[in-house]
């Protein structure tokens, strides 16, 4: 009987994990919190290893082992869930509830609501308008890249549901926010700044959060997080780079230097 | 005054942010933008300084004391303020100059940009370590603190 009640709060300890680092927690935050969770059950002899693509927690009770990993494929960040899910931990350690109710509040935290589609296309315009002005853009770069910040999404959020890799995202949403200021540029636009606007919406772009993240686990300790982050922030790099220098090359190679 | 205006940009560009990113509460929109504006102010407030490195590394702790501070008050990860915050000190303007020198085959500002690029983030990742650093340390001394009380 006793066994059940291990199993429950192992499944239950890794589906918090699994949401933790789809959600965009920090690895070592994921670790220290299922680590806490366990031992407030009262599993004191347990051992959670994670890494950004999966997660195994084992636990040593009475007589036997329990062992259980999940796999995550895909993360992205979302600040709401992640606080949720932070909060839900926080009382699980205090509370310590039932499994049931638990496991009940985890999936209403799943299952919330993300902003509506319109709302997260000017989200993602505002952020490269203003980075436009931030960076020495005017009005009129600011607007264009407002446009641009738009196709972003679009390419993002269409092709992450066609299962495209992380690489080939990149080179697409890069290279055609690229070619809206270059071919404006080439239909006798030459008022509008051109580096401007595309440093603007290429924040949306770059890995800062990433690299940043990198830093931290090498500092902390955990160099298999740091490796297989730095991999990626440097596809991530680099698929920016393919994408810029696409427009720019073709338009050089059709229509000369501008 | 003028010359603080990019301050107001990026607290509306880290507003955009708190969107992409899916914050839902309003005071915490307002507090990350809040950490992103005053990381920006504090790198224009070193402008005196010669090296680039030093400004971004003092605008980062500034924005990582305050994300540990602000997720004391408000109970909530100290992520979301620092993921918010960091972005208008993320040096994607040196990225993209560095990516243009590569393709007009220009290497020598290719490789300028590419160290400067490289040593502002790792000035800005050095920045949040240390401040982590210290924070976790003085937090796991606390809770060490507390259990040994309830043990003993």
Not at chain 1, 226 to 236: H, M, N
Not at chain 2, 8 to 21: E, N, Q, R
Request: a neutral charge; charged letters at 15%.
């Amino acid at each position: 009987m006793h066994s059940k009640k291990v199993e429950q709060c192992l499944n239950f300890c890794c589906e918090v994990s699994r949401q933790l680092i789809r959600n965009g927690a920090e690895i070592y935050r994921v670790e220290e919190s299922a680590n806490r969770m366990l031992a407030a059950y009262g599993y004191k002899e347990a051992e959670v290893f994670a890494v950004p693509s999966c997660v195994i927690m084992s636990i040593h009770y009475g007589e036997r082992n329990y062992t259980k990993s999940v796999r995550i494929k895909s993360a992205t960040n979302n600040l709401d869930k992640l606080d949720r899910l932070n909060a839900l931990c926080r009382d699980v350690c205090r509370e310590t509830p039932e499994i049931d109710v638990a496991l009940s509040e985890l999936k209403a935290i799943v299952g919330r609501p993300v902003y509506p589609v319109w709302l997260s296309y000017f989200g993602y315009g505002c952020v490269a308008a203003f980075f436009t002005l931030f960076w020495g853009g005017n009005a009129l770069d600011a607007a264009i890249a407002f446009f641009c910040g738009m196709i972003v999404k679009a390419v993002v959020g269409h092709m992450v549901r066609l299962n495209a890799n992380v690489f080939f995202v990149n080179v697409c949403a890069s290279m055609l926010l690229v070619m809206v200021p270059v071919v404006l540029t080439y239909m006798g636009c030459t008022m509008i700044h051109t580096d401007q606007i595309i440093i603007g919406s290429i924040m949306l772009l770059v890995p800062g959060i990433a690299i940043t993240n990198v830093m931290r686990d090498v500092i902390i300790g955990d160099f298999v997080t740091a490796l297989s982050k730095l991999a990626e922030v440097l596809i991530v790099a680099l698929a920016i780079a393919v994408g810029i220098a696409i427009p720019f090359g073709l338009a050089r190679a059709l229509l000369g230097g501008i | 005054m003028e010359q603080y205006l990019p301050c107001l940009y990026a607290f509306l560009a880290c507003a955009g942010f708190s969107i992409v990113f899916e914050i839902k509460k309003p005071v915490l929109i307002l507090l990350s933008c809040v950490t992103g504006a005053v990381g920006w102010l504090v790198y224009l407030l070193f402008g005196n300084m010669e090296s680039e490195v030093v400004r971004y590394f003092l605008a980062t702790i500034v924005v990582a004391l305050l994300s540990e501070v602000f997720a004391r008050i408000m109970k909530a990860p100290a992520t979301i303020f620092l993921i918010i915050g960091i972005v208008p000190l993320v040096p994607g303007g040196g990225l993209y100059y560095a990516m243009d020198a590569l393709i007009n085959a220009d290497y020598v500002s290719f490789g300028q940009k590419g160290i400067e690029t490289a040593a502002c983030a790792g000035a800005i990742a050095a920045g949040v370590s240390v401040v982590t650093s210290i924070v976790r340390m003085v937090a796991s001394r606390r809770t060490d603190k507390i259990k040994t009380e309830h043990d003993g």
